[in-house]
């Protein structure tokens, strides 16, 4: 698979088989690579409701008519505003979306969407775990804190990749972050939702020098330089 950083908590992930998966779009975000351009979209996975973590799915959705994957009450809202192809999940529940299946997991956060003047209920937000079809389970976070639930993910799923959230303030920081690597038994690491605002303090340096004695690895991406796990 190969992995690009779009900035803050937006990848994109293209699977071997060609299809491409784009999670949490906010293609506005500071650090979104200049000239970076998506070509193709099949599934796109959202996290929960907050601006900067849906505010391209929109238009994303409409663009390439993926099948669109969030909570049930996200997918609602999606399409209301004339998105096609949802697919509405709640906290536990897998769904097979084309090559890739998906499983939503818990996170400890808050979800709103904005909506004009409006703030509405978003739902639970979540995670997920995405089960490649080489049988490798990769761990997306979202936005969360360290919970006690990520151990039984551990043992569920043996997830080998995670991308959590390092920056603090909204989210996990490092020292989370390092206990939730313990907790899940994943072996490499890809920080998001950090250094997009200054108020985002936590950084991957810090992190790996916590995950060291794990022998946990920290993959620093930069935007839009595709990775390959």
């Known amino acids: 698979m190969q992995i ?3 900035g803050h908590s937006s990848f994109e992930l293209r699977l071997d088989s060609g299809e491409v998966v784009v999670v949490d779009p906010w293609f ?41 994957a969030a909570n049930f009450e996200i997918v609602s809202w999606l399409q209301s505003k004339g998105v096609e192809n949802g697919v509405g999940m709640n906290l536990g529940g ?27 209920p978003a739902g ?15 761990y997306f976070a979202g936005d969360t804190a360290v919970h006690a639930d990520m151990e039984l993910l551990k043992r569920l ?48 340096e810090k992190l790996q020098e916590l995950v060291q004695p794990l022998g946990v690895k920290i993959i620093k991406l930069k935007p839009g330089e595709p990775w390959t796990y």
């Open 157 to 204: 799923y043996q997830p080998d990749l995670a991308f959590f959230p390092i920056g603090d303030l909204f989210t996990m920081g490092p020292e989370q972050a390092a206990l939730a690597a313990e907790l899940t038994g994943v072996k490499t690491i890809i920080p998001m939702h950090y250094a997009t605002f200054e108020a985002l303090t936590g950084t991957p």
């Open 28 to 68: 506005g975000n500071p650090k979104f690579p200049a000239g970076f351009t998506l070509s193709r979209c099949d599934v796109l996975l959202i996290s929960h409701g907050h601006f900067d973590h849906i505010d391209s799915a929109i238009s994303v959705a409409k663009e390439f008519s993926p099948v669109v």
């Open 94 to 120: 897998t769904a097979q979306l084309g090559p890739l299946k998906v499983t939503m997991t818990n996170a400890i956060h808050s979800s709103t969407i904005s909506d004009g003047e409006q703030t509405i």
């Open 4 to 6: 690009t950083w779009l």
């Open 124 to 138: 639970n937000p979540g995670g997920f775990i995405l089960h490649l079809p080489d049988g490798r389970k990769v």
